[in-house]
Structure formats: C-alpha cells, structure tokens
C-alpha cells in the first residue's frame, strides 16, 4: 500500500488555501520538471497527483474524509476509487504547465505527458487546460537572461532556486603538519554553532594554498546547490623560526 499523503507531497498543512497550494506546486514543478538537471520524473509524477487532487474541492472533501478514517492509508484508499483519468480531470496542470514551458524553455505539456514512463499511452484522455499566449523563450537572449527568469518567476510567484555563497576562512597547521600531510582538527563554525571537522591535507602544503571542502558553504534555498568553503593554510611559525625572524629584522 502506497501511505504518502497529498499535503506532505506539496509542503503544505492541511489548512492551505487554494493560492498557497499552487505556489507550492509551480516551486515544485519547477524544481522536478524533466527537463532540469535536478529533474524527477517519478517525484513529478507524485506532485501532480497531489495537486490535482487538493486544487479540486470536490475531490479534497474526498480526501480529507477518507484522511479522517483511514490515516496515512487515505492516498491508497483514494486510488481505489480514482483513475488517472477521474485525478486529473479539469485539472489546471497542463496550464501551469505551458506558463513553465513558455518561460523557462522547458517541454510542452503534451510532450511531457507523452514520455513512456509517465503516464502511459492513455494520458491523452486527461481534460487538461492549456491557455495560449505569445511565448517569452524569444526573450531569453545574452546577459537579460537571469534579469528576465527572475521577473518572470516573481509573475508566477515562484521560488528559483538560489545556490549558497561559498566561505572561506584560514586553518592554523604547524610546519611539521603542513610537511607530513594528513588530517588536522579544523573548529568549523556555521550558522551560530560549532563543531569539530577532521581535515585532510596534502603533504608539503604550502602557507597561503588553499583546500576546498565541497558543500560545507552556506546553505542555498529552495533547491539551490550549497556553496563550499574554502580553507587557506596558514603555517605557524616554530619557536626557533620566531627567534630567528627577530634577528633578521
């Protein structure tokens, strides 16, 4: 039996309005849409089903009832009584869908939806709703670009994914360290807290070289990759090379 639960799907409380559960899903769909990199066919598969499912209010009485007796068994209990075709019904998918499409230089619906491993052969017997307009991937030429995607995602109330800044700091090795290579204590502060992280150098580093430690940066948001930090080495001095810098100055 399949329990995921619609609102879990979405992100969102089973008190969402209707606006708060379409901009849930366009982030969605468009961080899952097949055509990104960090694309998911069978996720987007999930989050359609969710959608067409809580932007319908007939078919979300259903739900939250069958949610009310059966828990997290209400999904499987739902698909008992639903076919793809009775889920996605008059369902606006297929225009959010071309506003993605449209924007962003992604497939078209129907291209979508025709894949092998989507939907099948019969996902042509879904009632979507495709609005038509004059294309925007005309538009998305030379440095404009981002500036265009941005305020287009603020038109549809979209999220864009933003990757995390990368950090950099200085880790304080001896020479015999530095000489020797291999793993030191780093105290690694993010965020308020800190920790300890063990970390490897190569043997003979230099003072100043550099070492990138991939995603410990900051954060990035919805979807964006994290940023790395970047750890310079700072070679200490030892006490006879301290004695002997103040008798060359």
Do not use: C, W
């Amino acid at each position: 039996m399949n329990q995921k639960d619609y609102y879990k799907i979405l992100g969102v409380s089973e008190k969402a309005g209707q606006a708060e559960i379409k901009k849930a899903y366009r982030n969605l769909a468009f961080l899952h849409h097949p055509d990104r990199s960090t694309g998911n066919e069978e996720m987007m598969k999930e989050i359609n089903e969710a959608y067409a499912v809580l932007s319908n209010p007939v078919k979300r009485n259903e739900y939250d009832s069958l949610r009310q007796r059966y828990g997290s068994f209400a999904r499987d209990q739902f698909r008992q009584t639903h076919s793809d075709q009775d889920i996605f019904r008059d369902s606006d998918i297929g225009q959010i869908f071309e506003e993605l499409s449209r924007a962003f230089g992604f497939s078209r619906p129907e291209d979508i939806f025709s894949r092998n491993n989507f939907y099948g052969p019969h996902y042509r017997t879904f009632e979507f709703k495709v609005y038509g307009g004059p294309g925007l991937g005309s538009l998305f030429l030379g440095g404009m670009a981002s500036l265009i995607q941005n305020l287009v995602a603020k038109k549809l109330g979209l999220d864009l994914p933003k990757n995390g800044r990368d950090l950099y700091d200085v880790i304080s090795i001896t020479p015999e360290e530095a000489a020797a290579g291999g793993k030191v204590t780093y105290r690694y502060q993010k965020q308020g807290s800190t920790r300890e992280l063990l970390v490897t150098l190569p043997g003979g580093i230099r003072d100043g070289q550099k070492i990138k430690l991939k995603g410990l940066g900051e954060k990035g948001r919805n979807g964006g990759k994290d940023g790395d930090l970047y750890l310079k080495a700072g070679i200490r001095k030892s006490f006879l090379g301290i004695i002997k810098s103040l008798f060359e100055k």
